[in-house]
């Protein structure tokens, strides 16, 4: 099947500082890719569908200033925690689209002091 | 609001019986339905999908099964593994794009397997 692949897979930050988390399709091209945040014992929530060449769309409720997305490849997009602030750690999980089926990265735990 | 729901949290189930996992929607654009199993701190696992003009899809020990009119769906695990031990979470997305449009997620439910 797929792989998506995200590094880092564990990162932990100070408050006011920006994190990047990459997101990369390894055998396919992904013209999609989708960025989800899953808080403790919670569901996994959409938070933007990241498009390349173009910019993002974001869910409502998400701070497109806060989270910035980059998806400068077809097999790359990029998720910028920017100032980031305790309330933002979390689990960051990434998919792609291939064959019909999302495909889901291994995941980010983002921990901010 | 919870577009797709997973009323049970927890569900413990003794080594080759049989598990049943539920699901249940509200939204009735929903057409694409999918179950992921995941570990903890990794990200999701596709096992198995159905659309809506289906009833049923079958794939090994893993059943899926669709009732549009009551607006639920299972996931049948049989016979059940220890390894099977782990969040299923249920997702279901619009439109005919199958896997390209955005998922809801339901809140999982954590299946533990008896050996």
């Known amino acids: 099947g797929a792989v998506v692949s995200q590094h880092p897979s564990r990162v932990i930050c100070k408050s006011g500082t920006s994190v990047k988390i990459e997101c990369r399709s390894l055998d396919f091209q992904a013209t999609t890719m989708f960025w989800y945040r899953q808080f403790p014992k919670q569901s996994l929530m959409l938070m933007a569908t990241s498009n390349e060449g173009s910019k993002a769309t974001y869910e409502q409720g998400v701070e497109k200033d806060k989270f910035l997305i980059n998806h400068a490849s077809l097999t790359l997009s990029t998720l910028t925690v920017t100032s980031a602030h305790p309330e933002d750690s979390s689990f960051y999980i990434c998919?792609?689209?291939?064959?019909?089926?999302?495909?889901f990265g291994p995941g980010t735990r983002l921990t901010v002091l | 609001d919870q577009q797709v729901k997973q009323n049970s949290p927890s569900l413990s189930v003794q080594e080759g019986r049989i598990s049943i996992l539920n699901c249940d929607y509200t939204?009735?654009?929903?057409?694409?339905f999918l179950w992921y199993k995941k570990y903890p701190a990794e990200g999701p696992t596709f096992l198995i999908s159905?659309?809506?003009?289906?009833d049923k899809n079958e794939d090994g020990r893993f059943t899926v099964f669709l009732n549009k009119s009551a607006k639920h769906l299972s996931l049948h695990i049989v016979p059940s593994q220890p390894g099977d031990s782990a969040v299923y979470f249920c997702a279901a997305s619009e439109g005919s794009n199958f896997g390209n449009e955005k998922l809801t997620f339901g809140t999982g439910t954590r299946l533990t397997i008896i050996p």
């Open positions: 998919s792609a689209y291939e064959g019909g089926t999302q495909y």
């Open positions: 939204n009735s654009m929903f057409d694409y």
């Open positions: 159905i659309s809506s003009i289906k």
